[in-house]
């Protein structure tokens, strides 16, 4: 059975820090592009960033390009998001997801392809 489950959210101030973690099980993580997406209730997913199978290219929109880092370690089969500076506008459910492109794009715009976890709620507010 295919799982991704994030963790790492919470409540945090305006400029402050978080770091998420995906892990993920039954498939083979080190063979798939890795991405988080966020949502806003009411509003579609937003693909935030992504990472290559390997680690050896990240991606970023440029909302939060030069705040937030990916990264991977394959031999742990975990996804990471480094969040710095956050604004109140980061406030979203972060998913992890497997399988789609690097750049972005329409496959992000819903979770019917790939593998999707269930989320974890990052709130930016003093």
């Known amino acids: 059975e295919v799982q991704l489950v994030e963790s790492g959210g919470g409540l945090v101030q305006p400029g402050g820090s978080l770091r998420l973690s995906c892990a993920a099980s039954g498939f083979t993580f080190s063979s798939l592009n890795m991405a988080w997406v966020r949502q806003v209730p009411g509003k579609g997913l937003e693909w935030v960033s992504a990472?290559?199978?390997?680690?050896?290219?990240?991606y970023y929109a440029d909302s939060v390009k030069g705040r937030f880092t990916i990264s991977r370690d394959n031999a742990k089969n975990t996804l990471y998001l480094q969040m710095n500076s956050l604004k109140p506008g980061d406030t979203a459910m972060y998913y992890c997801?497997?399988?789609?492109?690097?750049?972005?794009?329409?496959?992000?715009?819903?979770?019917?392809?790939?593998?999707w976890g269930q989320g974890t709620q990052v709130t930016v507010s003093s």
């Open positions: 990472i290559n199978y390997n680690g050896g290219s990240t």
């Open positions: 997801a497997a399988g789609g492109p690097v750049y972005g794009g329409s496959w992000y715009s819903s979770t019917d392809s790939g593998y």
